[in-house]
Every structure is written in structure tokens, then in C-alpha cells.
């Protein structure tokens, strides 16, 4: 047999498998992104502390002596919240300087802190990215990127008119009795705490506007900004794209709207009705002037806390129903606090359908989302929860007080409202602690909660089995 030669080939190895080698870097675990909720928090802290720390220092204060830094906190967060309730009156205690710093608080306030920080940056001509976008957008509740930066530029230009109208029309009644510069102060400090719904005012000893209960070139001008600032500039602007045809409005504005003008009526006529014969508050003003200030006192409490009567002298029935009024507040994305008449509104239509037997709730001939229903009855019974806790602590920490004043008071803090029955000076530094923080709750609590919900909300990948509860 012939014997095959492979030649060469039969010299050949297969290569030896030798494991790779790869360089790989170490990539550093990324840091949890700041969430916009907590980021707002952050920034309406920062601008308290700015502001206390101005408002310790002795040039704030006429007497020129450092003010006690409790109550510099107090009037900082106060203003920052756009509140209104005070421990020191704002122009008996503080000077012009401090009153620059609280005014300066009120417009940051009610700007918001997105809103705020957006201004800054466009001021420096940084430019603002994505994140800050959805920032943004969150905060002043519009669902849009594309814009947002122009919806801030239109919105603080808006501020800026109706502010300056606003002043221009009280500086027309303060001119005959006041210096000019004395006159365009008070015109601007009353114009500007009006529209962000602070009530803040210079009327001095803590009287509020009762000096003015006859004045309605007073009080009219003030209840439009509390009104115009209190239903938020994308209802204002969606009113005016819609050629004021109310069927093209958005379900939104809508609901802001007709709750808003429900309210307002409804307010009137219970104050005029249960107020009209108290000799200490209405009772002694002739007719027209009993329904204006009816009329004043329901729009102002929906957040403003302005006042033109005494309301230590008011009946208890009434107390509670201004602290219902106090509760619902304004609208979402405005100057103004409470759980929003945007949920408030949401779930008044959910329970009339719900009555009704319809199996899909709405308004309007539109339907509400579920999480949207959802959200809104969280926002409302967190904020129940709250104001329970907070008045179950004020109820040990003042127990001299009676429990209605407290509970009015606990409400006007956390709706950022302001008004008060005259507790507010006279709490003890536990009363005041627990004021501080139900305003700063009260400012961020339904608006982080209704962040945070919608940052979470996720697609449901599955779901439970149904089962009947019984609700009769």
C-alpha cells in the first residue's frame, strides 16, 4: 500500500486557547437624581433662611435693635408662603429696609421656586435644559416641555402689568392723603401682597384693611388681584385664547371657574346672611356696605387674609364656614394655597356622578382620568391628616385658647391664607414652631405629594383580582 505523505501539514498544532484579557473601567455608581419634590422643598427652605437672616439684622427693624430670631423665621416663612400671619405687625416692627425683604419674600413666594430660579437663570443668560423643563413644567402644573420657558417669561411679564395696574389704582386713593413716596410704597406693598394673595399690609396695629371697610376704590382693586392672582395665569391665558367662548375652554379652566364663581356667590351670601345682624362686625354698616365687605371677606378668604372686620368678634357658625372657604383655597399653578378648587371640583363632580349612578365621572361632557380622582383624594385627606395633627398639638400647646380659634388658626396656616382671630401674637414658642411648620407644609405639602405622585405613577404590569367591599 501506497503510504500518503501530508507534507507539511502534519506539522501543524492547533493554536492553544489562552482567555482573554479585557480592560474594563470602573464606572462609579451614579448619584440618585434630586427629585423635583424635594428640590422645591430645598429651594423654598434656602429662600426662608435668606430671608430670617435679613430680617434678624437690627436695620430691619425701626427700633434698630436685632429682632428675635423665632419671630424672624416666623415672618420669613410667612412670606415666603405667601401667608400672611404675623407675630409682629409689618408696619409697627420693621423698617423700610425689612419691609423691602418681606415684599421681595411675597414675590419670590408666589412666583414659586421653579418659576423663581427659571428668572434668575434667564437673567444670567443660562440656559435652561431638559430636566429644568420638566421641572418646570411639573410645578406649575402644564403637561407641555415645548414653551415652558416662554409660559414663565409670559407669566412673570403678566405678573408685572397687573401688579403695576393694581398699584397705579391705589396710588389714586393713597395720593390724596399720603406724601408721594409715602403713596407709591403703600401702592406698591399692597398691590403686590394682593396679587400673590399674601396678606401682608401697612395699616399698622394689626388691623388689617378695617380702616377701609367703607373705601370700596380700597377694597375692589385688592379682591381683583386676590382673584386674578388666585386662579392662575394659564386659566387667565386659556380664557383669553378661547375668545372668552366658554366651549372652548379647557375641562380645567372650567372647573377653576365655575367653582371659583360658586363659591364666591355662595361665600357672599352666608357671610352677609349670618354677619349682617352682629353689631360688632356687619351689623353696624349700612346695606351696600354689608355686601361689599361680605363680598370682600369671600374672596379673601380663599387664601388672601385680608381683613375688614374683627374676626375675634365673629359668630363661631361663621368661623367655620370662612375656614371651609379657607380650606378649598385657589387654583393650581396660582399665588394661592389649599387643596386647589381644581380637586376640589374633581370630587365634587366624582361624588354628584357617582350619586347619580354613572359608572364614569366627570364634568362638562368630559371624563376624568383615575389617577387624576385618585390624586386629588389623596392631596385632600393628607391634608385632613395634617391640619388634624397640627390642632391636636396646638390643642396642648395653648390651652387657654379656645378650640374653634385654634382650628381656624390651624387652617389659615396651612391654606396659607393668614387670617386669624388675634391668637397669632399671643403663642407660646411651641404654638409658633408648630405654625411655621404648618405654613411650610401647607405651601409644599399638596404640591410635593402631587408631584411625587405623578413622578411614581407607573404602567401596571399586572393586576389583582376584584373583590367587593362593602361601603353602605
Known amino acids: 500500500m501506497e503510504q500518503y505523505d501530508a507534507g507539511p501539514l502534519h506539522r501543524l498544532r492547533p493554536p492553544i486557547a489562552r482567555p482573554w484579557r479585557m480592560l474594563l473601567p470602573i464606572v462609579p455608581k451614579p448619584r440618585t437624581a434630586v427629585s423635583s419634590s424635594l428640590l422645591v422643598v430645598y429651594g423654598f427652605a434656602a429662600m426662608i433662611a435668606i430671608g430670617a437672616i435679613l430680617l434678624v439684622l437690627p436695620i430691619a427693624s425701626k427700633t434698630g435693635e436685632l429682632t428675635s430670631p423665632l419671630d424672624a423665621v416666623f415672618t420669613s416663612v410667612s412670606a415666603v408662603c405667601v401667608t400672611g400671619l404675623n407675630v409682629v405687625d409689618t408696619a409697627d416692627h420693621w423698617s423700610f429696609f425689612g419691609q423691602v425683604v418681606i415684599l421681595a419674600l411675597i414675590q419670590l413666594g408666589g412666583f414659586g421656586f421653579m418659576t423663581s430660579a427659571t428668572l434668575f437663570l434667564l437673567a444670567f443668560g443660562r440656559r435652561i435644559g431638559l430636566r429644568e423643563k420638566i421641572l418646570i413644567s411639573e410645578s406649575i402644573g402644564i403637561t407641555r416641555l415645548g414653551g415652558v420657558v416662554k409660559v414663565v417669561g409670559a407669566m412673570a411679564l403678566f405678573t408685572l402689568l397687573v401688579e403695576g395696574a393694581g398699584a397705579a389704582l391705589f396710588y389714586l386713593y393713597y395720593s390724596n392723603s399720603h406724601p408721594t413716596e409715602t403713596s407709591i410704597w403703600l401702592s406698591a406693598f399692597q398691590s403686590v401682597s394682593a396679587f400673590n394673595n399674601a396678606g401682608f399690609d401697612l395699616s399698622g396695629g394689626f388691623q388689617s384693611l378695617v380702616i377701609y371697610q367703607s373705601q370700596p376704590s380700597v377694597l375692589l382693586p385688592t379682591a381683583a388681584l386676590i382673584v386674578i392672582g388666585g386662579i392662575s395665569f394659564l386659566v387667565i ?70 381683613t375688614t372686620v374683627n374676626l375675634g368678634l365673629v359668630a363661631n357658625y361663621a368661623l ?61 385627606l393628607l391634608s385632613v391628616g395634617f391640619i388634624s395633627l397640627a390642632l391636636l398639638l396646638l390643642s396642648l400647646t395653648e390651652a387657654g385658647v379656645k378650640f374653634i380659634e385654634l382650628l381656624f388658626e390651624t387652617v389659615s396656616a396651612f391654606s396659607t391664607v393668614g387670617l386669624s382671630t388675634g391668637v397669632t401674637p399671643s403663642l407660646s414658642v411651641a404654638g409658633r414652631i408648630i405654625i411655621i411648620v404648618t405654613m411650610f407644609v401647607g405651601r409644599l405639602g399638596p404640591l410635593t405629594v402631587a408631584l411625587s405622585l405623578v413622578q411614581r405613577q407607573q404602567i401596571a404590569k399586572f393586576r389583582y383580582p376584584q373583590e367587593t367591599v362593602r361601603t353602605g
Request: charged share 10%.
Open 320 to 380: 367655620f364656614f370662612v375656614a371651609i372657604l379657607m380650606f378649598i383655597g385657589g387654583a393650581s399653578g396660582s399665588t394661592a394655597g389649599g387643596i386647589k378648587v381644581n380637586n376640589f371640583g374633581m370630587l365634587a363632580a366624582t361624588i354628584w356622578s357617582t350619586v347619580k349612578g354613572r359608572e364614569h365621572v366627570g364634568a362638562f361632557g368630559r371624563e376624568f382620568s383615575v389617577p387624576q380622582v385618585h390624586r386629588a383624594l389623596t392631596v385632600v
Open 237 to 306: 391665558n386659556d380664557v383669553f385664547r378661547a375668545r372668552w367662548r366658554l366651549s372652548h375652554l379647557t375641562l380645567d379652566s372650567k372647573l377653576v371657574l365655575a367653582a371659583t364663581l360658586v363659591l364666591l356667590i355662595l361665600g357672599t351670601g352666608i357671610i352677609l346672611l349670618t354677619e349682617s345682624q352682629n353689631g360688632a362686625t356687619l351689623g353696624s354698616l349700612p346695606f351696600p356696605d354689608q355686601v361689599l365687605n361680605a363680598f370682600f371677606l369671600s374672596v379673601t378668604a380663599r387664601t388672601a387674609g385680608f
